[in-house]
């Protein structure tokens, strides 16, 4: 059953009364600016984790997880891939990951989807950085997916995306390719734009910075290949309209939980680009509010995105698949938000964070 998230409650309702969220604390210790997102983070991380967790589930893990990691280390390794390249696969555990947001796939659904979230760690990892522009790869990336072989000579990341692809045409997606070549190329392209601004552009507005997150965030791209699940709508099969939207949606959202819980360890590397900043420059607020307001947006964004999911699955004029598909879709973000707590990528698990009674639903109902 879908679940609505509640917004937070307003100072002057009148209805019955409900426990009211803790107060933001009043007194942060240093600078109140964007400049040190860090240091606001620190004493608010109780506070915002407790808030983020508001109506969630946590979820138990898929109990393919350790063959799904080994498998990830043994096609990077045989790939020839670096030792950073390695490394990275290991702290990201992205077999846990799609584990928790795919429970039902298969393993020939699960892999590639476990494969494709690499490749983007990798992507935001290593190829990211002004001396190694991404924009350079949009190009071979086209030639590989397109050809359906990595050009002599091209970066190492054009190997992972060529294996990746024999995979997806292998489980019958030849169809999902043209579409996964340009969502590929799409989020390539934002990440051009985003080393303009980490380079000394003026950040961008609030809603030009959303749009860039919904592409950014990358989650649509494993939506894509997760068609290849039986029950959904599958790779020669149309994608109707109100399903997209749920994709960009749960993309957002997912974006907008990993800024709200990661940007401090963004600002820490020298990252200038996270919501935080946008929202401080575009309102000329201190950091402190601007982190409230940015908990507030995400969840305005929740409560959005399940009123589109229920729209759908409340539709009976659609077919069976399209509605269980959109089941598909919304069940993403409360399980990728799981493994948020849980990578060693964040480390968010501690004392001062509330845990979550884990959930041990494998349908995503």
Known sequence: MLQRPLLFPSSSS?????????????????PRTADDIPG????????????LGKGRETYAAHPCTDE????????AADLGMSEEHIEITAEATPGHLVGLFAP??????????????MILFWLNTVDLGS????????????????????????????RPIAALRDDVVAAGGAALIPGFTELLLGFLH???ARQAWENGEPLPSLDQYLKHRTRTAGIVLGMWIQRLQPGLVGPGERLPGPLLQLMKQGSLLVGL??????CHLAAESGERLSLVGVICQEYGIPVDMAFSCALTLNAVMRYENANTAATICADTSLPDAVRHHARAIFYWVDPVYTWSLETPRYGLRSADVQDLAPRSCPAGE
């Open 14 to 30: 009148s209805s019955s009364p409900s426990p009211s969220p803790s107060p933001i604390p009043s007194s942060i210790p240093g």
């Open 40 to 51: 606001a983070f620190r004493p608010l991380k109780p506070w915002l984790l407790s808030h």
């Open 68 to 75: 799904l990691e080994s498998a990830v280390l043994a096609w």
């Open 104 to 117: 039902q796939a298969p393993w020939h659904v699960l892999l590639p989807l476990a494969k494709l979230q």
């Open 131 to 158: 001396d190694r522009p991404v924009g350079r790869l949009m190009e071979p990336v086209r030639e590989t997916l397109e050809g359906g072989h990595a050009p002599a000579g091209g970066p190492d990341i054009l």
């Open 190 to 192: 934002e990440y051009t």
């Open 257 to 262: 939980d990993n800024d709200l819980h990661s």
